[in-house]
């Protein structure tokens, strides 16, 4: 490099990135955080977060209608 603000132009970019390489990880993830607990409320408020019981019969799996 033969002139010093070409460097120093270089070192502000090199700054830059390992800057948003450093902090952009937390911030993605806190973003996928706040993301996922908006959608888990949403889903357990309309009734996909509770646990049901399924119950699957021998019949279901032949191929066979269940009898009841």
């Given at each position: 490099?033969k002139?010093?603000?070409h460097?120093l132009?270089?070192?502000?970019?090199?700054?830059?990135?390992?800057?948003?390489?450093?902090?952009?990880?937390?911030l993605?993830?806190?973003?996928?955080?706040?993301?996922?607990?908006?959608?888990?409320?949403?889903?357990?408020?309309?009734?996909?977060?509770?646990?049901?019981?399924?119950?699957?019969?021998?019949?279901?799996?032949?191929?066979?209608?269940?009898?009841?």
């Open positions: 490099m002139k010093p603000e460097a132009k270089l070192f502000g970019r090199f700054a830059i990135a390992k800057g948003v390489v450093s902090y952009g990880l937390e993605m993830m806190a973003l996928f955080r706040i993301v996922q607990g908006v959608i888990g409320t949403i889903m357990y408020t309309g009734g996909f977060g509770s646990a049901q019981e399924t119950v699957l019969t021998l019949s279901t799996f032949a191929g066979e209608p269940s009898q009841k």
